[in-house]
């Protein structure tokens, strides 16, 4: 087979497939279609026309009613299985009241009866050509409408994972698919990864490294021009790095924005000789140009919201490093935290704050001699208050951050407790943020299962036995269920 290399373009010749297992009535009807300038392909069994069906398109069907092999009748209904625009005519000799309300069910649009002249079949040929457009147009704005629905849905995403995967599964479906895979460029942009994957035995392949200046996706990349490929790929620019026999028709896809790639989106069948329709292609054309920015923005916010942790940990080095006994208390607080939000099923942008707030919460400890940070004895009642000064000390700090999370306010309240025996400000119940209520229980069973200057470890039994004696009344009672449920129930470890 050969390799096309394609532009998505407008034009397309009206194609007809004729079928009659009389060769004599194939051939003149062929030329002169072929006169009228209409593409044509005759066949004289049923079963061979339907086997092209599955590997070139065409308009239009007219196929005789009566044959040996399959009839006319099964013959429509299998090429609509195949292709639901094609636009079906029977020819018959025999026209009775039952054929053509037969015809009709099985989905033609019309019949004509043998023999017949030209200047009658032409106006039938032209308003099934009419139909097949109109046809066409409605599953284009179906496609377009259900493609815009999804940009709307992406459009209120910002997990990359769960934006590519909706991409992925959509375009599998618009074109009915086997395979479908979007790679992404490495920071360096020397290679290409596979980030998400949708249909057949795909999934293991995520992560998968390919270099640049190879295979397909990588010429796609280089030279920012969709490819169409279908059979063996025997083009030496773009080699395919892992050759695949099984795929039959295949479309590569760069996604571009502000000019620059963004990703690459790869469709693939395999499981049978269908090429993509002009449909299918414009449709992905459309998806890949709606997505791509918002792509764009996506993979900027990530970069942006790493800096920011990444700024946010050099911040946490700087109050451990004065408190060597609490090194990494931090982490592993934000850590559970993090753990008990996503079991409570919290949204990504709190998992986000409170993972960000768990990692500087005691930032505020700054502001605490060090001396009383290191006491090896328990603490005298000034030492005391000194300490507690540390969670408002913390948002002093913090809320001259502009973050796009309330991290200041969570900072805040992580050391309130339900009934109002907290501090600095004694909130209750629902005054304080779920995200501190979630970070108070998580930083009380890291501190009580770690070793402290003033005494040893005393292990997570200890600890979870505080939050199960004093749920709901220091504790919000299903932030502590959760908690108590990854320990007991999920095998989760500090
Ligand atoms: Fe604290």
Redesign the pocket.
């Known amino acids: 087979m050969e390799n096309i290399i394609t532009e998505i373009s407008n034009c397309k010749a009206g194609r007809i497939m004729v079928v009659d297992d009389e060769p004599d009535v194939i051939s003149p009807l062929c030329e002169m279609l072929t006169d009228e300038g209409y593409e044509t392909a005759g066949f004289c069994k049923g079963s061979e026309a339907i086997e092209t069906l599955t590997k070139q398109e065409f308009d239009l069907l007219i196929t005789d009613l009566i044959m040996p092999d399959m009839d006319g009748i099964d013959v429509l209904r299998a090429g609509l299985e195949i292709d639901p625009n094609l636009v079906g005519i029977i020819m018959t000799g025999h026209a009775t009241v039952q054929t053509a309300i037969e015809a009709m069910k099985a989905g033609a649009i019309d019949y004509i009866l043998k023999p017949f002249k030209m200047e009658n079949l032409l106006p039938v040929l032209s308003r099934a050509m009419q139909i097949r457009s109109l046809r066409a147009e409605n599953l284009q704005l179906r496609e377009t409408l259900a493609i815009h629905e999804l940009g709307k849905a992406i459009a209120f995403s910002s997990d990359l994972n769960s934006i590519m995967n909706m991409v992925a599964d959509a375009a599998l479906l618009q074109c009915k698919a086997d395979e479908v895979s979007i790679m992404l460029p490495t920071a360096d942009g020397k290679n290409l990864y596979i980030a998400a994957a949708s249909g057949s035995e795909r999934a293991e392949n995520i992560g998968i490294h390919i270099p640049i200046e190879q295979g397909i996706a990588g010429w796609v990349a280089r030279n920012h021009e969709p490819v169409v490929l279908q059979g063996e790929v025997n083009d030496p620019r773009m080699a395919p790095i892992k050759p695949r026999s099984e795929i039959h028709t295949a479309v590569s896809m760069p996604m571009m924005s502000s000019g620059k790639i963004v990703g690459v989106l790869n469709v693939n069948i395999t499981k049978n000789y269908r090429h993509f329709t002009m449909g299918q292609l414009k449709a992905l054309g459309i998806l890949v140009s709606i997505v791509s920015p918002i792509l764009e923005k996506t993979q900027l916010y990530i970069q942006l919201i790493k800096s920011v942790e990444d700024t946010v940990r050099a911040m946490a080095m700087i109050v451990e490093k004065r408190d060597m006994y609490t090194a990494g208390h931090q982490e592993r607080v934000a850590n559970l935290a993090v753990n008990i939000a996503n079991d409570m099923k919290l949204s990504e942008k709190q998992v986000n704050g409170l993972r960000l707030a768990g990692i500087i919460?005691?930032i505020g400890k700054l502001n605490v001699p060090s001396e009383i940070l290191t006491k090896p004895t328990a603490l005298n009642r000034i030492e005391l208050e000194l300490v507690k000064m540390?969670?408002e000390a913390g948002y002093n700090i913090l809320e001259t951050i502009d973050f796009p999370y309330p991290v200041a306010q969570i900072v805040y309240q992580?050391?309130e407790r339900m009934n109002g025996s907290g501090y600095p400000r004694a909130l209750k119940g629902n005054e304080i943020l779920i995200e501190s209520r979630i970070l108070a229980v998580a930083?009380v069973v890291e501190a009580i299962s770690s070793h402290r200057p003033y005494r040893p470890a005393q292990g997570i039994d200890k600890a979870l036995k505080e939050i199960s004696d004093n749920k709901c009344i220091l504790y919000d009672p299903t932030v502590a269920e959760a908690c108590l449920r990854l320990f007991n129930e999920k095998g989760f470890k500090l």
């Open positions: 919460h005691d540390h969670a992580h050391h930083d």
